[in-house]
C-alpha cells in the first residue's frame, strides 16, 4: 500500500466477489478528491476504466469482527465490497483514510444540499403512505438523506480527557439515540410491504442497516473510552479483570419510549431484571471450580413451555422478509442476531438434555447379552431421541447458551421398566464399590430406579461449541459429547450442521460406540416454518466390529415422504447386515432383524420420563433456566419486546467480557470440560472413575 502527495492511497487488498469464486485480489485506488474508492484487476491496469468504483459520500466503513484483517465498505446506495488487507496494521491504515475521505464528502454534501423536510418524514406518527411526511422527493439522493450534522471543534482547543461523570453523561445522551433509532426501526417495520413507501424500501433498509452500524460504532468508541480510563486508574488491567465497576448507569439495550429523555434517576429507566442480569456478571466470574448436583434436590420438571402456534410467526411475516433482504445465499448465520420471536423458551443446552427423555431405552443398552444385541439396543435408543428433542411442529430457535452457561439435570427410572433379557442377569455392585463410585449412590442397593445424571456447558462462544455429559453410575455407562452449531442460510430455509462426536462407554463390557448427529433445516420460513433433518450418521464399536449408519432423508421436490429415515446394522468382518430400520424419526420405525421377527415403535406412544431439575433459586447465576429466566417469563407472557431487552443485555454482556478477555489476553476458563485434542471432555467421566477404583481393589488385593 502506497501514499501519494495528495493522501490519495493505493495497493492490493482481497476483495469478495462470490461463493464460487470466493476472494480475489484486486488493485484499489482510494481518490480523495472525487471521493471514490476504485478498483482494477491489477496494477497495469490503473490507466483502464475502474473495474468497479464506489462513492464514498455517505458510506459506512466496518472493520470486521471475523479476524483482524477484513472491513466492508457500505456504500449509501447500497453496494457493499467486503476486502481484506494483509494485517492488522494495513486494515486500520484503509479503514482510517477511508473514514476521513467518506468523513470530509458527506460533510460537504450537507453543507450544499441541507436535509429537506419532507424527507426526513416523521416514522413515529405512523401517518399514511399519501400524507406528506413521507412523500418521496426524486431530487433528494440518499446522501443527503443520510446527513447529520457535525461540530467541529474551535482551532487550537483540546478534547478534555473524560471524566467518571463524563462518562454517564455519554452513555445516557447515547441512550436516547439509541431510543430514537429503535423508535424509528419500528416505524419503518409498521410500514405496508406493497405501495408507494414500504417496509422494504430500499432507501429504509439502508437506513436501518447504517443507523445501527453508527449506534455499534459508538459503543465501540465508549468501550474504548471505558479502558482508557481503566488504565488510568489502574496502571494497567490485571488478569480476569471486569470493567462492571466502570458499567454506565443506563444500558444501550434500554430504550426510551418514543426516543424521549426521561428525568428519573438513570437506573430506574431499566427493568429491575436487567439489572440483576448485568449485576451478576462479576460474581459468576469467580466462580469457575466445578460444582457436585446432589440429585435429591433436584423435582420433578413441571414446566410445560408448549410453543406459540401459526399464528403467532404469521404476524411477524414483515420482519423475516426484512431479515431475508438481508441475507445472501450460503451466509454464515452463526453472527447474526434473529428476531426473539422465533425463540423456543429454553437453551440449546436444556435441548440436548431432552434428548434423553428415554432414559429406560438409554439404561437398557447395557443389559443386551451380546454385542449385536447391545448395537442395536443403542440404535434404537438414538433414533427414538430426536422425536422428544423437538417442541412441537414449528421450526423455533433455542436460546444460542451464553459462554460459561450450564444445564444439569437429572431422571430416576424404575428398574422394573428397564428392559432386559431372561438369560441375562443385572450385574450387582457390592455397597462398598458404590460408596466408593458416588456418594450420591450410597444406599443404591436399597432403591428400586436407576439415576442419569446430565450436565451440558457452553464452552466456546466463537465458534459456538457445546459439551455435555450423562452417566448412569449403577450400570457403569456414560455418554460424552461435544457439538459445534454452524448454520447457513439456504434461500427459503436456514442448514445447521451439527460438528462434533459423541462417545458411549459401556464399562461394564469395556466397550466404546462413536456417533456423530444429523443436520437440521427449518424449511418454508416464509409460510409454515417446519423442521427437518438430514445427513448421514454413522455409529460405530471398534472392539466389537459392529457398526451402523442411518440415513436421515430430506423430502425431495415433488413427492416423497417427510422425516424418512433408513439404517442398517452390521458385522463388519464378515459384511452380514443383522438388522435394518425404516420409518419417520417422529413417527412410526420399522425394525427388522435378521431371524425375520419385525418391531414397530410408535414413537407418539412412547412414555416420556420427566428430568429433574433444581428450583430457580437453588440454581446458580450461569445455569440455563435462572440465566434466562426473565426472556422466558416475557415470552410465556408475549412480551416480545421485553424478551429482545432482556436477550439483548445479556448478549451484550457477553460480548463486553469477551472484548476485555481479548484485550488482556486472558483465556476463558471453563468449568466442567476439558479441551482434548479436538473435542471437550467432561472433567470427570465415570470411566476414568471405575478405573480407579479398579486399581484401588487391586492394590488393597
Known amino acids: 500500500m502506497t501514499c501519494d502527495h495528495m493522501e490519495n492511497i493505493y495497493g492490493y487488498l482481497m476483495k ?16 480523495n478528491d472525487a471521493g471514490l474508492l476504485e478498483y482494477f484487476v491489477n496494477e497495469q491496469s490503473r490507466h483502464l476504466k475502474p473495474r468497479g468504483t464506489l462513492q464514498l459520500a455517505g458510506a459506512v466503513i466496518s472493520p470486521s469482527d471475523e479476524d483482524s484483517h477484513t472491513f466492508t465498505v457500505n456504500a449509501a446506495s447500497g453496494e457493499q465490497y467486503k476486502l481484506r488487507a494483509t494485517d492488522a496494521k494495513e486494515r486500520q491504515h484503509w479503514v482510517s483514510r477511508l473514514q476521513i475521505c467518506t468523513q470530509h464528502h458527506t460533510e460537504a454534501i450537507g453543507k450544499n444540499n441541507p436535509p429537506l423536510k419532507s424527507r426526513s418524514f416523521s416514522l413515529a406518527s405512523q401517518g399514511s403512505a399519501n400524507s406528506p411526511g413521507v412523500q418521496r422527493r426524486p431530487s433528494q439522493n440518499a446522501v443527503s438523506f443520510f446527513n447529520v450534522g457535525h461540530h467541529r471543534l474551535p482551532t487550537g482547543k483540546r478534547v478534555p480527557i473524560m471524566q467518571p461523570d463524563h462518562l454517564v453523561d455519554v452513555r445516557e445522551m447515547m441512550s436516547q439515540a439509541e431510543g430514537q433509532q429503535r423508535d424509528l426501526i419500528r416505524s419503518i417495520e409498521c410500514l405496508p410491504v406493497s405501495g408507494h413507501l414500504t417496509s422494504l424500501d430500499q432507501d429504509l ?12 460504532c459508538l459503543n465501540d468508541c465508549f468501550h474504548i473510552l471505558q479502558l482508557q480510563h481503566a488504565s488510568q486508574q489502574k496502571g494497567s488491567l490485571p488478569a480476569a479483570t471486569t470493567i462492571s465497576w466502570l458499567e454506565p448507569k443506563i444500558s444501550l439495550a434500554n430504550h426510551f419510549k418514543n426516543g424521549a429523555a426521561q428525568n428519573f434517576p438513570a437506573e430506574i429507566n431499566k427493568p429491575v431484571s436487567v439489572r440483576e442480569e448485568q449485576s451478576t456478571a462479576e460474581p459468576c466470574q469467580l466462580t469457575r471450580e466445578p460444582e457436585e448436583i446432589n440429585p435429591d434436590e433436584e423435582l420433578e420438571d413441571i414446566c410445560d413451555n408448549k410453543e406459540d402456534d401459526l399464528g403467532a410467526v404469521e404476524e411477524q411475516r414483515s420482519v423475516i422478509l426484512h431479515l431475508l433482504s438481508q441475507l445472501k445465499l450460503g451466509m454464515d448465520l452463526t453472527r447474526v442476531v434473529l428476531p426473539t420471536f422465533i425463540l423456543e423458551k429454553r437453551s440449546l443446552l436444556e435441548m440436548y438434555a431432552d434428548f434423553m427423555s428415554h432414559p429406560d431405552l438409554f439404561i437398557a443398552i447395557t443389559n443386551g447379552t451380546t454385542p449385536e444385541e447391545r448395537m442395536i439396543r443403542f440404535v434404537e435408543y438414538y433414533l427414538t431421541s430426536f422425536h422428544e428433542g423437538r417442541k412441537g411442529a414449528i421450526a423455533k430457535k433455542p436460546y444460542n447458551p451464553i459462554i460459561g452457561e450450564t444445564f444439569h439435570c437429572s431422571w430416576r427410572m424404575p428398574k422394573s421398566n428397564v428392559a432386559t433379557d431372561s438369560g441375562s442377569n443385572f450385574s450387582t455392585h457390592s455397597l462398598s464399590e458404590q460408596v466408593t463410585l458416588s456418594k450420591d449412590t450410597e444406599a443404591q442397593t436399597e432403591l428400586d430406579y436407576y439415576t442419569v445424571k446430565f450436565v451440558a456447558e457452553q464452552v466456546s462462544h466463537h465458534p459456538p461449541v457445546s459439551g455435555f455429559y450423562a452417566e448412569c453410575v449403577e450400570r457403569k455407562m456414560c455418554v460424552n459429547a461435544h457439538v459445534w452449531t454452524k448454520s447457513k442460510f439456504l434461500g427459503m430455509s436456514i442448514g445447521v450442521t451439527m460438528i462434533g462426536e459423541g462417545l458411549l462407554s459401556l464399562l461394564e463390557h469395556g466397550e466404546e460406540y462413536t456417533f456423530s448427529l444429523p443436520c437440521a433445516y427449518a424449511r418454508s420460513i416464509l409460510t409454515v416454518p417446519w423442521v427437518e433433518l438430514g445427513g448421514k450418521v454413522n455409529i460405530n464399536c471398534v472392539k466389537t466390529g459392529y457398526s451402523a449408519s442411518i440415513n436421515f432423508h430430506t423430502k425431495p421436490f ?31 420405525l420399522e425394525f427388522t432383524y435378521s431371524n425375520g421377527e419385525t418391531k414397530y415403535v410408535d414413537l407418539t406412544k412412547l412414555s416420556v420420563t420427566r428430568k429433574r431439575v433444581r428450583p430457580l433459586e437453588k440454581q446458580g447465576p450461569f445455569e440455563s433456566r435462572k440465566l434466562w429466566q426473565h426472556v422466558t417469563e416475557s415470552l410465556r407472557d408475549g412480551d416480545i419486546d421485553k424478551a429482545t431487552e432482556h436477550k439483548r443485555a445479556l448478549e451484550e454482556r457477553q460480548r463486553n467480557e469477551e472484548r476485555l478477555r481479548a484485550e488482556t489476553e486472558t483465556p476463558w476458563c471453563t468449568k466442567y470440560f476439558l479441551k482434548e485434542g479436538d473435542g471437550w471432555v467432561y472433567h470427570k467421566p465415570l470411566w476414568k472413575t471405575v478405573s480407579a477404583v479398579q486399581t484401588q481393589q487391586t492394590d488393597i488385593n
Open 558 to 588: 415433488y413427492g416423497g415422504k417427510l422425516h424418512r429415515v433408513t439404517g442398517e446394522v452390521k458385522q463388519n468382518i464378515t459384511n452380514t447386515v443383522v438388522c435394518k430400520v425404516q420409518g419417520e424419526w417422529n413417527s412410526v
Open 16 to 31: 469478495y466477489t462470490n461463493l464460487v469464486t470466493g476472494w480475489q485480489y484486486r488493485f484499489f485506488v482510494l481518490n
Open 205 to 216: 433498509l439502508m437506513l436501518k442497516a447504517t443507523s445501527m452500524a453508527t449506534m455499534n
